[in-house]
Nanobody, 126 residues
Framework: QVQLMESGGGSVQAGGSLRLSCAAS????????IGWFRQVPGKEREGVAQ????????DYADSVKGRFTISRDNGKNMAYLQMNSLKPEDTGTYYC???????????????????WGQGTQVTVSS
């Protein structure tokens, strides 16, 4: 059983930066594709970025391209989401997710991911 835990959320002003971390425990981390999702109340969970198991492929939502960078360190069972030039519309609860079967190329729908963290809140004020 894989367990995920996010950290690094907080409150920042527009234009600021945050770095989210996702710590994983359990077997087979290096075989898992990792995704970052966000959600605001009343809206469906939205895919933000994902990275393939070995880190060779990354995908981003159009809304964050050029501002967010996803990365991972398989030696430490960690994944990261560097968020720069934050905007108020980036506000939400951010979740780390993992799955063995989601293919890189397009961010998979949240329903495709098996393992989830508890989420970390990001608030961007204007």
């Amino acid at each position: 059983q894989v367990q995920l835990m996010e950290s690094g959320g907080g409150s920042v002003q527009a234009g600021g930066s945050l770095r989210l971390s996702c710590a994983a425990s359990g077997p087979g981390y290096s075989y898992l594709l990792i995704g970052w999702f966000r959600q605001v109340p009343g809206k469906e969970r939205e895919g933000v970025a994902q990275i393939s198991a070995r880190g060779f492929y990354t995908d981003y939502a159009d809304s964050v391209k050029g501002r967010f960078t996803i990365s991972r360190d398989n030696g430490k069972n960690m994944a990261y989401l560097q968020m720069n030039s934050l905007k108020p519309e980036d506000t939400g609860t951010y979740y780390c997710a993992a799955d063995r079967n989601v293919a890189p190329g397009t961010i998979g729908p949240w329903q495709s991911f098996t393992y989830w963290g508890q989420g970390t809140q990001v608030t961007v004020s204007s």
